[in-house]
């Protein structure tokens, strides 16, 4: 028996094999849950699909997050297909490379407004649909990163759209908690993932990440997603609003991303 048998969760933002979302549907799946997956068009679905059924998944919806209506239909789909569920992984960020580079001031409004609303906004979009699901002992979890904090280079407009993510938990986390629901993030270190591709020299990050961290090394997504599994099951029950740092002791050390 694992810590989430008999729980039914949402796996939200997986791209492929090498997503922090899988690593966290990988150990969500060996502790017992039942999960649902979602995707954004023909192309992702073709990567997802395969991956969810491997879990026995028989919820794979598409759920653009920049559009009400289609959200509406996937928890609308959600709720027929079970009903409720007990936790939600939310692992959905996007911004436009360009706005990845150069100077932060010269991020335009579009840019601005696109990475706070498709990394921060629909954290609060979800929620509020999915709280409608859940019973007390509810769980929702978030992936944020220390760029958050610090300002890290080539991490720009997306750094400040993970600070509003971050905030934007606490935030839920008091509205959700008289309903018995908690609301946490993770901040993971840096994994090379599909998203992480678009962020500038990030080997030279990971490189100076794995200096500067308190275990000399870097994480992986399995570590994510075990740190996640916590946060979702009961033995978190008395956790909400916190920002907790799956990154190898990187965010309490002298180390400096930016340092060379």
């Not at 609060?124 to 979890?141: Q, T």
Request: glycine fraction near 10%; hydrophobic fraction near 45%; include cysteine.
């Amino acid at each position: 028996m694992g810590i989430l048998t008999g729980k039914k969760g949402l796996i939200l933002g997986v791209a492929n094999a090498k997503s922090i979302a899988w690593g966290v549907a990988q150990a969500c799946h060996e502790a017992g849950a039942e999960l649902g997956f979602s995707y954004v068009g023909d192309a992702l679905e073709k990567r997802v699909r395969p991956l969810a059924e491997s879990l026995n998944s028989t919820f794979i919806e598409p759920l653009d997050v920049s559009d009400d209506a289609q959200i509406d239909q996937f928890f609308d789909k959600v709720k027929e297909h079970w009903g409720e569920v007990d936790f939600v992984v939310h692992s959905i960020a996007f911004a436009n490379k360009d706005a990845l580079r150069g100077r932060f001031s010269d991020t335009t409004r579009d840019d601005f407004q696109l990475a706070l609303n498709i990394s921060a906004y629909s954290f609060v979009a979800v929620a509020n649909r999915a709280k409608g699901l859940m019973k007390p002992g509810g769980s929702l979890v978030t992936m944020s990163y220390l760029g958050s904090m610090r300002a890290v280079p080539n991490y720009s407009v997306m750094g400040v759209a993970k600070a509003a993510l971050e905030s934007a938990t606490r935030y839920l986390a008091a509205d959700l908690g008289e309903d018995g629901i908690r609301v946490n993030a993770i901040s993971a270190g840096p994994i090379r993932t599909l998203a992480a591709s678009a962020v500038g020299e990030f080997s030279r990050l990971m490189e100076k990440s794995a200096r500067g961290s308190m275990l000399n090394r870097n994480v992986t997504q399995r570590e994510v997603g075990n740190s996640t599994l916590y946060l979702l099951s009961d033995m978190a029950s008395g956790v909400s609003g916190e920002v907790h740092y799956v990154d190898a002791g990187f965010n309490v050390g002298a180390g400096d991303p930016g340092a060379s």
